[in-house]
């Protein structure tokens, strides 16, 4: 037998006559809920492993070129010199207790004073920490030594005199200390003028057992005032006095570079200013009898920093 489908009203405006909607059922089991929905797979890309920067390469420190111990030569004598070139990868290099100048390939010029020691030692201090050490002997010499049996003359100079004097040791120190930037140091020197020697560096008298103060550089005379000396080598001039100094008379002061310098003495006439490049042979002035003189002639001498050094060791013999 066939089952009529049975028909509920969704409202009770059913029942009223009104439209209304309704939904056959089958069977009075419920309804199976759809199935939800199932939920979105979600693609992971996978993340790429980030490409390492490469370690930069270090730059090889180049190996310093150059000798592995000091080089050098000159007179290695009481009041000579030497130039020379520093060991490879020197930072500052001394003698004794002063600093030596080094040029950009190490070169450098130093000496010895009048009275040094037997021993002197020449000391490089690398970049890399370590230390090269170069003894030297330094041979004496016979100086002039005239004895007189007379006493030295006693007193000390006036305090009128000191007044005067002081400004002129001021200048005079100022100048032999400049730092140039000059190479005439590295020049083979010649006489500033030719003539007869009439005083020798490092002459000395001693006055019943006390020293006099010996001769700290060499006189040159020549016919008469006004003859030209010139430069012995290239410098910068750091004194040029326009007035006569107390015992110089009118002074010239060359800076020839590496704490090397000359001085002239008992001059006539300056040709050059201060602050002048001067070249070597170039004419500097005239020699005279200015200042503490008992004659014409030129005093020229040479100093190393505090060191006294003898001209002729530069030059060799008077031509």
């Known amino acids: 037998m066939r089952t009529k489908p049975k028909y509920f009203a969704t409202s009770a405006l059913c029942a009223l006559g009104a439209a209304c909607a309704v939904v056959p ?11 939800a929905p199932s939920p979105p797979v979600e693609t992971v890309q996978p993340i790429a492993a980030p490409t390492p920067t490469p370690a930069p ?3 090889p420190t180049p ?4 000798p592995s111990t000091f080089l050098f030569d000159g007179a290695l004598t009481q009041g000579g010199w030497i130039r020379g070139q520093a060991p490879a990868g020197t ?3 001394r003698l004794g207790e002063t600093e030596l100048v080094l040029d950009d390939e190490g070169n450098f010029f130093a000496a010895f004073d009048r009275d040094a020691q037997a021993q002197a030692e020449l000391v490089a201090f690398l970049g890399d920490g370590r230390e090269v050490r170069s003894p030297i002997t330094v041979s004496p010499r016979d100086w ?3 004895r007189v049996n007379v006493a030295r003359r006693a007193g000390s100079a006036s305090e009128s005199f000191m007044r005067r004097r002081q400004p002129e040791l001021d200048a005079i120190w100022d100048a032999r200390t400049a730092n140039s930037d000059t190479d005439g140091w590295k020049q083979d020197f010649i006489w500033p003028l030719t003539g007869r020697i009439s005083g020798r560096f490092g002459s ?3 006055y019943r057992g006390e020293p006099g103060s010996y001769h700290s550089g060499i006189d040159i005379a020549t016919g008469g005032p006004g003859d030209p000396f ?3 080598a290239g410098g910068v001039v750091t004194l040029a006095t326009d007035s006569p100094f107390s015992l110089e008379g009118y002074l010239l002061i060359i800076d020839h570079g590496a704490g090397l310098n000359s001085a002239f003495l008992h001059l006539s006439d300056i040709a050059v200013e201060e602050g002048d490049v001067v070249e070597q042979g170039q004419m500097l002035g005239r020699i005279g009898s200015s200042g503490r003189a008992t004659g014409p002639h030129l005093h020229w001498s ?3 920093h505090l060191a006294r050094l003898d001209p002729i060791l530069f030059t060799g013999p008077m031509p």
Do not use: H, M, Y
């Not at 069977?27 to 199976?32: C, I, L, N, Q, V």
């Not at 190996?63 to 150059?66: A, F, I, L, N, Q």
């Open 91 to 93: 930072a500052t290099a």
């Open 230 to 232: 010139v430069a012995p």
């Open 302 to 304: 040479l100093k190393w």
């Open 144 to 146: 002039n030594i005239e």
């Open 25 to 35: 059922q089958t069977s009075d089991a419920p309804a199976t809920p759809a199935p």
């Open 204 to 206: 000395q008298r001693i």
């Open 57 to 59: 390469t270090p730059t």
């Open 63 to 66: 190996t310093p070129s150059g």
